[in-house]
T-cell receptor, first 112, second 111 residues
Framework: QKEVEQNSGPLSVPEGAIASLNCTYS??????FFWYRQYSGKSPELIMS????GDKEDGRFTAQLNKASQYVSLLIRDSQPSDSATYLC????????????FGTGTRLQVFP | DVKVTQSSRYLVKRTGEKVFLECVQD?????MFWYRQDPGLGLRLIYF???????EKGDIPEGYSVSREKKERFSLILESASTNQTSMYLC??????????FGPGTRLLVL
């Protein structure tokens, strides 16, 4: 089982719709999670971090964490073609808190 | 503004060559990381450093070494490049458990 698992996609949504990106993790003790966006040929950039159960909102983005289900998600409201990218979910291992472990990423395509 | 730079965007090397990839950050971060990114495998940690002259192996250290002589600079060394080391190499840095900031990446091709 991968430590952080994501569906590779592509996830295709029409412009203006809500895109829902999901991630599961195996380390029950993990506390901190991050969503990075990576455009093709570019390096990852942080979208959001989340440390507590529940929702965290920042503009059009909402991160959700459910520690009981070991599940992290990212919702993008009013999706735009410029949101088309690969979204990487990452968590910090509970037993080695300096390192991030990344999922393989979900490719999102927003079509006009 | 946060800045992580990498010495090269693209590199082409021959099998058996010694390769140096350099990374510099200007944020006074203690931690620096080297990853490689391959299609379908995602980002995998090669090595990281939590202080000057300190290093720790990541998940895939075989075939690589690192050097951190100054806080702002972290070098990845391929002692004898092989074709299976063709990849995108990404450097990152952070302080504590905070956000990791990535450099632009170096795309290495080993022929």
């Amino acid at each position: 089982q991968k430590e952080v698992e994501q569906n590779s996609g592509p996830l295709s949504v029409p412009e203006g719709a809500i895109a829902s990106l999901n991630c599961t993790y195996s380390d029950r003790g993990s506390q901190s999670f991050f969503w990075y966006r990576q455009y093709s040929g570019k390096s990852p950039e942080l979208i959001m971090s989340i440390y507590s159960n529940g929702d965290k909102e920042d503009g059009r983005f909402t991160a959700q964490l459910n520690k009981a289900s070991q599940y992290v998600s990212l919702l993008i409201r009013d999706s735009q073609p410029s949101d088309s990218a690969t979204y990487l979910c990452a968590g910090i291992r509970s037993y080695n808190t300096d390192k991030l472990i990344f999922g393989t990423g979900t490719r999102l395509q927003v079509f006009p | 503004d946060v800045k992580v730079t990498q010495s090269s965007r693209y590199l082409v090397k021959r099998t058996g060559e010694k390769v140096f990839l350099e990374c510099v950050q200007d944020m006074d971060h203690e931690n620096m990381f080297w990853y490689r990114q391959d299609p379908g495998l995602g980002l995998r940690l090669i090595y990281f450093s939590y202080d000057v002259k300190m290093k720790e192996k990541g998940d895939i250290p075989e075939g690589y070494s690192v050097s951190r002589e100054k806080k702002e600079r972290f070098s990845l060394i391929l002692e004898s490049a092989s074709t299976n080391q063709t990849s995108m190499y990404l450097c990152a840095s952070n302080s504590g458990q905070k956000t990791q900031y990535f450099g632009p990446g170096t795309r290495l091709l080993v022929l």
